[in-house]
């Protein structure tokens, strides 16, 4: 096998595995290039058909080039597609700064989506070298009942073993992107002809690397107009992947809050 084959051949085994072994699992899908990759490898694994519900936590603030993207493929894809609306921001951590303050409305959106349907179980687009904290999740990564991370009580995983027998009450994570680089994900996504936002392409100089809400998601200096010139400048670029992303330009500690109180 090559490097994409190693790379999907362990991802489809950690959704079989996720789906012989725990209950009540759904996808969430943030719409991006990650989480699109996430649902192609479940119609690879399960045979053209997503067996989990597709869930998105709609903070009513994406680019409207992302909600034609999740109209038309949810459709075309036959997912069982949910959407669960976010609370106000006044309702969030007032001693967060601003654009983590309106990140921490999807964590409560969140938390109120999976005590409704009653999910024990989410399936997740991360990846460890997107961003510092995300390298220390496991594949299959417990949380307690409400939600929050304990980063430092997390299940070894050696030689491809994962732990998928919890405690009853535990709420589990799985990352079945979590070896991927960004760089992995677009050769994927060209060797596939996995469907792009368009927003990932460069107009007039600039183009989004990591797509969120509008107003705390800014474009990058960029003339990469393809998905060969997106791969040819990731290889280069020491630009890291969430420059545009506002929350990660605050205080230090803001995103580790976030992850720790349950955020994706």
Not at 51 to 64: L, S
Not at 134 to 163: C, G, H, I, T, V
Not at 172 to 198: A, F, G, M, Q, S
Not at 227 to 255: K, N, V, W, Y
Request: net charge neutral; hydrophobic share 40%; glycine share 4%.
């Amino acid at each position: 096998m090559n490097h994409l084959d190693a790379l999907e051949a362990e991802s489809i085994y950690i959704l079989r595995e996720a789906f012989a072994k725990l209950d009540k699992l759904a996808i969430l899908w943030s719409l991006g290039k990650d989480s699109n990759v996430v649902l192609w490898l479940c119609r690879k694994a399960f045979f053209g058909h997503v067996p989990f519900p597709v869930m998105h936590v709609d903070t009513e603030k994406k680019f409207p080039e992302m909600y034609a993207f999740r109209d038309r493929y949810a459709k075309e894809w036959k997912l069982n597609f949910i959407r669960e609306l976010c609370p106000p921001v006044e309702e969030t951590d007032p001693t967060l700064p601003p654009a983590a303050r309106s990140a921490a409305r999807k964590t409560l959106g969140l938390k109120a989506a999976i005590a409704k349907h009653g999910f024990k179980g989410l399936i997740l687009g991360i990846r460890r070298d997107e961003e510092a904290i995300r390298a220390k999740e496991r594949y299959f990564s417990p949380r307690s009942e409400d939600n929050s991370w304990n980063l430092k009580d997390q299940p070894p995983e050696f030689w491809n073993q994962y732990m998928t027998s919890f405690p009853e009450g535990t709420h589990v994570r799985v990352h079945p992107l979590l070896h991927w680089t960004e760089v992995d994900i677009w050769k994927y996504t060209k060797r596939e002809n996995i469907p792009v936002i368009d927003l990932y392409f460069a107009k007039n100089g600039k183009r989004y690397r990591s797509l969120g809400d509008q107003d705390i998601t800014f474009p990058i200096e960029s003339n990469a107009d393809s998905l060969d010139a997106i791969i040819a400048e990731l290889e280069t670029t020491r630009i890291p992947e969430r420059a545009g992303r506002a929350m990660d330009h605050e205080s230090e500690d803001a995103f580790e809050r976030l992850r720790a109180a349950g955020y994706m």
